[in-house]
């Protein structure tokens, strides 16, 4: 693993939910290398090393994504798309995590390659529970593929 390489992108525009996030996330130690994309158009820049993030190499990450549906600009399903599509960036598993309980997103979120739904708990303790679970699966308990160098 490179010295540069993010573990986790969480893409959430919701200044409340994007803050207890990085609570739970911090307070349970599951990742120090955490970026934070606001919008859809930002996260596939981010992904696929493209505008303000040029500079970054495509394999430096992220290890997990953690992705909301519905985002300015271009929506969760559009980055969903474009990552499960592309050689280079389909093996990252991308976890939705959602307020969206609507039958049509999730199918066609699995259907696109998702590695999982989860609709997002409305509770504060319940929220921050299943952040630390996530991050604790997905950053430290999960073996992905390795990727080979770009």
């Given at each position: 693993m490179t010295e540069n390489m993010v573990e986790l992108l969480l893409v959430e525009d919701d200044p409340n939910d994007l803050a207890?996030?990085?609570?739970?996330?911090?307070?349970?130690?599951?990742?120090?290398?955490?970026?934070?994309?606001?919008?859809?158009?930002?996260?596939?820049?981010?992904?696929?090393?493209?505008?303000?993030?040029?500079?970054?190499?495509?394999?430096?990450?992220?290890?997990?994504?953690?992705?909301?549906?519905?985002?300015?600009?271009?929506?969760?399903?559009?980055?969903?798309?474009?990552?499960?599509?592309?050689p280079r960036t389909r093996t990252i598993p991308v976890v939705v995590l959602t307020s969206s309980r609507e039958d049509r997103d999730i199918i066609e979120c699995y259907q696109l390659g998702v590695n999982s739904y989860i609709v997002k708990p409305v509770d504060f303790d319940q929220f921050t529970e299943a952040m630390r679970q996530l991050g604790l699966y997905w950053v430290l308990l999960n073996q992905p593929p390795l990727r080979p160098e770009r």
């Open positions: 207890l996030g990085l609570h739970a996330l911090n307070r349970y130690n599951v990742s120090n290398r955490i970026q934070v994309v606001r919008d859809g158009a930002e996260a596939l820049d981010f992904i696929f090393c493209t505008g303000a993030y040029s500079e970054r190499k495509i394999e430096n990450g992220p290890k997990v994504i953690l992705l909301d549906l519905k985002l300015p600009k271009i929506d969760g399903i559009e980055v969903l798309r474009r990552v499960k599509s592309d």
